[in-house]
């Protein structure tokens, strides 16, 4: 077994069946989860979406709210007016181009405003069950720390990865690399000693990290 299967089958001890911590019921759902999440976190868009979802569930009701209507209820997750404006001029692409249906290819996801490729890629995995890898924070700190797939970019990164990632891992690759950075490979207080991937880390600092923390339980 190579070193990338090696670690995703040891991710995959430790949470076997991943998925997205946002909330959401439909595809179109979880486009307007994924684009209101951007710099910002799971949670905070959790807390605004089932209020959102109960009145506007749809690119018809979310598009009749306008931007007007829309910002009450993601007021406090961040750059909300740039987010309210892009989600419903994206209703109105999905309603005018798709019958009201989020595409299932990248470009067309891509053409929607507010919608880059991680966001595409989200989608596209999680709607519609395609063997993408999404880049966030987390996942490109990960695998640059880690030595699995270091990159200069998100891109680079992704390609590496893409590469890199068996077939069988693939579709739950993002996830469990997301999860691994959210609450295990941290920007600040990384839980090295707790790492189920510890001894197939590069990174330098995490031997002194073990050692420190260890220091700090005795």
């Not at 670690?7 to 001890?13: F, G, S």
């Not at 063997?131 to 987390?138: L, M, N, Q, R």
């Not at 700190?141 to 970019?153: E, I, Q, S």
């Not at 090295?192 to 050692?211: E, G, N, Y």
């Amino acid at each position: 077994m190579n070193r990338a299967a090696a670690i995703y089958e040891r991710l995959k001890a430790v949470i076997p069946a991943p998925a997205t911590e946002l909330a959401y019921q439909t595809p179109f759902q979880l486009l307007v989860a994924v684009m209101l999440s951007a710099q910002a976190t799971d949670v905070s868009v959790n807390k605004a979406t089932p209020a959102l979802f109960s009145v506007a569930p749809t690119p018809e009701s979310l598009l009749r709210l306008g931007e007007a209507g829309l910002t009450p209820y993601i007021r406090r997750i961040g750059l909300y007016r740039t987010k309210a404006r892009n989600i419903i001029a994206a209703c109105r692409l999905l309603l005018e181009r798709h019958a009201g249906e989020v595409p299932e290819t990248r470009a067309e996801l891509e053409a929607l405003p507010g919608v880059g490729r991680k966001t595409a890629n989200v989608v596209l995995n999680i709607a519609f069950g395609q063997p993408v890898i999404a880049i966030d924070t987390h996942i490109f700190r990960v695998a640059n720390r880690t030595g699995l797939a270091p990159g200069k970019d998100v891109r680079a990164v992704e390609d590496k990865l893409t590469r890199i990632t068996p077939q069988r891992y693939r579709q739950n690759a993002h996830h469990w690399l997301i999860l691994h950075g959210r609450y295990v490979c941290k920007a600040r207080n990384p839980d090295c000693p707790a790492c189920a991937i510890a001894d197939l880390c590069t990174w330098p600092r995490q031997v002194t990290v073990a050692r420190d923390q260890e220091r700090g339980d005795r």
